[in-house]
């Protein structure tokens, strides 16, 4: 997994000072459109909301945009009509890709995610043949001092947390989905500085690659998730972090 947090957390850094802030609005405002379109307007009885609210206010989304956003999805203001989907498929060197998607035209979407793929050496696959490997958690990733490892370990099992990995620059705790939002409560009441938190697909195996199908994975998920019908892309590749680090 670390391969892939890695990445994560330096393109989100990065992101936020460059012309990508753009796309980050656009997938946030379609996730609240269809968070408050499945699960009702008001974030205190509907958690999809209450999280993407969270990620959007740390992105300084202006309050006016979230507002049209959640009347789009409650149909107090008229909106496309968007589709949720997930496509599967591999990689170079045969990672595990997942893709979700929301989107108004998903023969567009499924072309530039096919065409993705195939450009960097890839194959779209069928439901099914990859998503045996993920499982749905919470995620909530800590900056903090590493001499402070052991207090964030204690502190997060203690409060329920499954694990705790340390990936260098920052701490991942992981969590059951019906625990995330208590232990991430819990995390920030004892002081610890959250950076970023979301519901994840984990990886339960990684597969290790280097060379030219690490450079072609990379180039891979940027393409993907460049786009701006794509919501998240997660994989399941271990890639040495001095590469993602030059790449990104």
């Known amino acids: 997994m670390s391969g892939h947090s890695k990445w994560h957390s330096i393109k989100h850094k990065k992101a936020a000072t460059d012309a990508k802030r753009g796309k980050i609005f656009t997938k946030l405002i379609r996730e609240i459109t269809i968070a408050a379109r499945d699960g009702g307007g008001d974030p205190d009885t509907n958690p999809r909301l209450r999280l993407v609210l969270t990620n959007a206010k740390s992105e300084n989304m202006p309050k006016d945009t979230i507002e049209r956003a959640i009347?789009?999805?409650?149909?107090?203001?008229?909106?496309?009509?968007?589709?949720?989907?997930?496509?599967?498929?591999?990689?170079?060197?045969g990672v595990a890709v997942l893709v979700e998607v929301l989107t108004d035209n998903k023969n567009r979407t499924v072309s530039e995610v096919r065409r993705a793929f195939t450009k960097f050496g890839g194959n779209l696959g069928e439901s099914g043949c990859v998503s045996w490997i993920f499982e749905k958690k919470g995620r909530i990733e800590i900056s903090m001092d590493p001499t402070e490892e052991e207090n964030l370990i204690d502190t997060a099992l203690d409060l329920g947390a499954e694990d705790v990995l340390n990936e260098e620059d920052f701490f991942s705790v992981l969590t059951v989905l019906d625990d995330f939002e208590n232990i991430k409560k819990g995390l920030e009441l004892k002081g610890?500085?959250?950076?970023?938190?979301?519901?994840?697909?984990?990886?339960?195996?990684?597969?290790?690659i280097e060379g030219k199908p690490a450079e072609h994975m990379l180039k891979m998920l940027e393409t993907l998730e460049d786009c701006d019908d794509i919501q998240n892309v997660y994989s399941n590749f271990d890639i040495d972090d001095s590469v993602i680090k030059a790449f990104a």
């Open 71 to 93: 009347k789009k999805g409650t149909g107090e203001l008229e909106s496309e009509t968007l589709f949720e989907t997930t496509y599967e498929g591999y990689g170079p060197g």
């Open 192 to 208: 610890f500085n959250i950076s970023n938190s979301e519901i994840s697909m984990i990886p339960s195996s990684s597969v290790k």
